[in-house]
């Protein structure tokens, strides 16, 4: 179990900070690995791009799969034995722990991203699987020429509402905001699509059915009625920070939970380096250019800790 390599540098996370960070390691002649289950995280949700520079349009998996390519090309391969543990030892050096094997570094870059939020709304989690879905990219198709909803006030909720289109007949936004904090582009793209139906300022209180969705219950009276008959509900109501990993070996966060880092990427547990999604980074602007960003600035730390002292 394990061996005795000590490398300058592990990244946990195969998303576009992560995998941004191991370009930038390569360049830097830095021995290193990076760990992932699933390369690209979240990005393999997204149906379509259209700020990423040089691109008018790419789906996040194609996106993600030049992130790849561009690793490998340096002769790195993404690791997808899943994390267990993390041990800072005296010497001030890590060992990462997997199923099957322990992994030693002089310094560490966090990169996990994040996962779906959950509404917490009655019957929610009853019907996860059964017509409640967190990935529309995932779950669009099960919902060919039916009824659903998408339960959200941001970008992401926009985005699925337009993505549902080439597969629903029918799409309620329901947002608890009577305005949505949404780009002007994605609000105009749903506002001349015949599709989509946006109820504002009004919340789903509950999702009912008997051995799947039938219906949402809302908290206003809607067109009369204070329900909606729907097969599909779609959460998309933000993001939570998998950051277990960190905390174990005392890495600070903010309230919300959120890797707290300085403007090189540093938290406050020496050799520990964070980007992406888990961080206070950026504004917490939270873009695929913004966790590029901030995990090459996190490789670059590592590399002047580790090469220029």
């Given at each position: ?12 996370g ?25 390369q ?82 009655p ?5 996860t ?9 995932c779950?669009?198709?099960f ?5 659903v ?37 994605w ?10 139906e ?10 009912k059915g ?6 949402v ?38 309230e919300?939970n959120?890797?707290?880092?300085k ?16 961080t ?20 670059n ?9």
């Amino acid at each position: 179990m394990g061996n005795n390599k000590l490398y300058d540098l592990i990244i946990i996370g195969a998303g576009p900070a992560g995998l941004s960070a191991s370009i930038y390691a390569s360049r830097y002649k830095l021995d290193h690995l990076i760990f992932g289950v699933e390369q690209g995280g979240q990005m393999n949700e997204i149906y379509d791009i259209e700020n990423w520079p040089g691109s008018t349009k790419i789906s996040g998996a194609d996106l993600i799969q030049k992130f790849v390519e561009h690793v490998e090309n340096f002769g790195v391969k993404i690791n997808r034995e899943s994390i267990a543990g993390i041990a800072k030892k005296e010497d001030g050096t890590f060992e990462i722990k997997s199923a099957k094997n322990i992994y030693k570094t002089r310094a560490l870059i966090l990169a996990m991203g994040a996962k779906a939020r959950k509404a917490n709304i009655p019957g929610e989690k009853e019907f996860t699987g059964r017509g409640v879905s967190y990935c529309a990219t995932c779950d669009a198709m099960f919902f060919r020429e039916k009824t659903v909803c998408v339960v959200g006030s941001g970008n992401s909720a926009a985005v699925v509402a337009l993505e549902l289109t080439d597969f629903a007949k029918k799409i309620y936004l329901i947002t608890k905001e009577e305005k949505m904090s949404v780009e002007p582009a994605w609000l105009e793209k749903i506002s001349v699509n015949s599709k989509i139906e946006l109820i504002k300022g009004t919340g789903v209180i509950e999702i009912k059915g008997e051995n799947k969705v039938e219906k949402v219950v809302l908290d206003k009276v809607y067109k009369d009625k204070n329900n909606l008959e729907v097969d599909g509900v779609f959460i998309e109501v933000g993001t939570e920070p998998g950051v277990e990993l960190a905390q174990k070996i005392g890495v600070a966060t903010d309230e919300q939970n959120y890797i707290r880092v300085k403007e090189d990427m540093s938290t406050n547990v020496s050799g520990v380096f964070a980007s992406g999604d888990i961080t206070t980074g950026s504004s917490k602007f939270r873009q695929v250019l913004t966790a590029c960003a901030e995990g090459s600035i996190a490789a670059n730390s590592a590399y002047k800790m580790l090469k220029l002292k």
